[in-house]
Each structure stands twice: as C-alpha cells, then as structure tokens.
C-alpha cells in the first residue's frame, strides 16, 4: 500500500519563525502536492511537483516556498510564519498516469500560528 | 476558482437510509474522483470515474457522471454510522500534470 507520512500531526509555531513541513512517499510517485484546507473553502493547492527539483505555483503559493531534491520527499516552508498561516497541511502523491491519477494522501499537519 | 461545488453542504440521515451528493464543475474533464475525510484525517480515495463512462460501482457506492450538465453524483446505499465523513469531489481537467481540483466538500452524518 502506498503510504505518505508528514513530519508532525500538530504544530505550535509564533509569528515570524521559519516553518518545515516535510511529506515522504514510498510508492515512487512523480507527482506531490501540497494543500491547506480550511472551513467553508476546501482544499487549496499551495505548490505541487512532477519531478525532482520541479515545481509549479498551484492557486495560493504566496507567503510559501517548496524544495524537492528527492523523488520521496516534497518539503513545505513558511519562510515568515503569520496568523493567517494557521491551518491544516494536506500533503498528496499521485502517479503520472493519463487518465488514472488517484492521489494518497497523507494524516496532514495542523498548524497554529500564534 | 473552484472548479467542483458540491451540494448538500451537509447532510444528516439515520443508519440504513441511502445518503446521495452532487457535485458540479465548470470546464471538460478527463475523470472525476471522489474522497472520504474522516474528521481530522487526510483524504482516502473512494472511485474514479472517466469521462467516457456514465455509472461505476463499488461495494456500497455508486457514482455516476453526466458530462452534458457537468455533474456528478455519489450514492452510498445502506448507510452505516462508520460513512459519517466528509466527501469531496475532484476533477482532473487534462492538464497532464496530475492536478486535481476539490469541491468543498458534504459532510455527511449518519446517525445509529
């Protein structure tokens, strides 16, 4: 079974500190995702990556960076956490495989910013 | 821009009833998926249905895909109180790099 793990369930960062969310997959997907949810507006994609070192803005990529030097591991930064930061990180993997493109998804990470 | 709205936004039914919800998107469509949240949980997939196919079945699930209206409609028969979730559609609009785009989601409460 594909599994794709998130480094923490629950997060306590303050305004200001540079932030790591780190997701591993072990199913050798190309593909990764990075999204928020939050109440009343679904999942949001923040960035997303087919390929190592490759990465494409999704619909909300500000205030965010992401860095994937290997196939297994896509890493999400808040370089300057903020309030409005404080959500829950859904991290995804999928295969690229037209027309067939499941993603799994990982436990994800609440994180508060105070 | 949300691509998938679903509707009810919530819905509650007693165990045993069928539970049913509807999403509808914008543009054309390679597939459509539906996920499962249990609360506080990532997404499971549930089914993928194409945009060549009009009904596909799993165990207790039938969805169906109406690419003339651009709809969608996921049926859970003989709900149990373990279906109570959250449910989401997804659709892939073509753009060959895995993207998906989610609805807001139904929660679904299914009372024993």
């Known amino acids: 079974d594909v599994k794709v793990t998130q480094s923490s369930r629950y997060l306590v960062k303050r305004t200001g500190e540079k932030v790591f969310l780190e997701c591993v997959q072990d199913m050798d997907h190309e593909n990764m995702f990075w999204y928020r949810q939050d109440p009343g507006l679904g999942l949001r994609l923040i960035y997303f990556?087919?390929?190592?070192?490759?990465?494409e803005k999704g619909d909300i990529p500000e205030g965010y960076s992401v860095s994937r030097e290997k196939k297994e591991r896509f890493s999400l930064i808040l370089e300057s956490a903020s309030t409005n930061q404080t959500s829950m990180y859904l991290c995804?993997?999928?295969?690229?495989?037209?027309?067939?493109?499941?993603?799994?998804f990982g436990p994800g990470t609440r994180l508060t910013v105070l | 821009s949300q691509q998938g709205e679903e509707d009810p936004q919530a819905l509650s039914i007693q165990e045993g009833e069928n539970a049913t919800m509807n999403c509808s998107y914008k543009t054309s469509i390679n597939n459509l998926q539906w996920y499962r949240q249990n609360s506080g949980r990532g997404l499971v997939h549930l089914i993928l249905i194409r945009s060549n196919e009009r009904e596909k079945h799993s165990g207790r699930l039938r969805v169906t895909l109406d690419t003339s209206k651009k709809s969608s409609s996921l049926l859970i028969t003989a709900s149990r109180a373990a279906d109570t979730a959250s449910y989401f559609c997804a659709t892939d609009a073509g753009s060959n790099t895995g993207k998906l785009i989610f609805g807001q989601g139904t929660t679904l409460q299914v009372k024993p």
């Open positions: 995804a993997s999928s295969l690229v495989t037209s027309g067939y493109n499941e993603q799994f």
């Open positions: 990556s087919y390929d190592v070192k490759m990465k």
